[in-house]
Antibody, heavy 120, light 107 residues
Framework: QVTLRESGPALVKPTQTLTLTCTFS??????????VGWIRQPPGKALEWLAL???????YYSRSLRARLTVSKDISKNQVVLTMTNMDPLDTATYYC????????????WGQGLLVTVSS | EIVLTQSPATLSLSPGERATLSCRAS??????LAWYQQKPGQAPRLLIY???TRATGTPARFSGSGFGTDFTLTISSLEPEDFAVYYC?????????FGQGTRLDIK
């Protein structure tokens, strides 16, 4: 059974750096075939893809947020970490991590999401 | 980047009716489009990928069609649990992008 779970702060201040961790089970990122992506959703708004990391450590980023995002993986812990710098109130959203097949990039398993509020 | 435009923004129908949702891409996707369903307070769920392939567990009343720039999600006969928001997503080119969603409401 595939599971993913996001963790991190529920509240961050403007200009701070957000660090989110996706802890997963039921699949592996140390062999070919899988990748993990991050998607966010502001309250009442649409989904926005942020970043993705492949099993081979290739990384892809949203064009508009590329300068602020870093994605990495820790195979030993079955975790993927997303950092976003210089947080702004407009970054308030539910942040999801999700699994996809390498090369196909359809998100077939999702975490429950983590609401992050940016406020002073 | 590829822009996906979904229409209509809101669709109001009754159970038992047929629903037709559209997703139009700003450039050709070949068949590399997926559909997701999202209910309030839940994560999205993959319904259809590669334009027309049902994901595991997707009921047969859901079907996808299209190629290139125009795609359609059809629900043949709406069940009460189908009222939700539907998103399309492309993987033809980086960055991955989602449409803005279609809300399917009970009439």
């Amino acid at each position: 059974q595939v599971t993913l779970r996001e963790s991190g702060p529920a509240l961050v201040k403007p200009t701070q750096t957000l660090t989110l961790t996706c802890t997963f089970s039921g699949f592996s990122l140390n062999t070919g075939g899988m990748c993990v992506g991050w998607i966010r959703q502001p309250p009442g708004k649409a989904l926005e893809w942020l970043a993705l990391i492949n099993w081979d450590d290739d990384k892809y980023y949203s064009r508009s947020l590329r300068a602020r995002l870093t994605v990495s993986k820790d195979i030993s812990k079955n975790q993927v970490v997303l950092t976003m710098t210089n947080m702004d109130p407009l970054d308030t959203a539910t942040y999801y991590c999700a699994r996809a097949d390498y090369g196909h990039y359809w998100f077939d398993s999702w975490g429950q999401g983590l609401l992050v509020t940016v406020s002073s | 980047e590829i822009v996906l435009t979904q229409s209509p923004a809101t669709l109001s129908l009754s159970p038992g009716e047929r629903a037709t949702l559209s997703c139009r891409a700003s450039q050709s996707l070949s068949r590399y489009l997926a559909w997701y369903q999202q209910k309030p307070g839940q994560a999205p769920r993959l319904l259809i990928y590669d334009a027309s392939t049902r994901a595991t567990g997707t009921p047969a009343r859901f079907s996808g069609s299209g190629f290139g720039t125009d795609f359609t999600l059809t629900i043949s006969s709406l069940e009460p649990e189908d009222f939700a928001v539907y998103y399309c997503q492309q993987r033809s080119d980086w960055p991955l992008t989602f449409g803005q969603g279609t809300r399917l409401d009970i009439k």
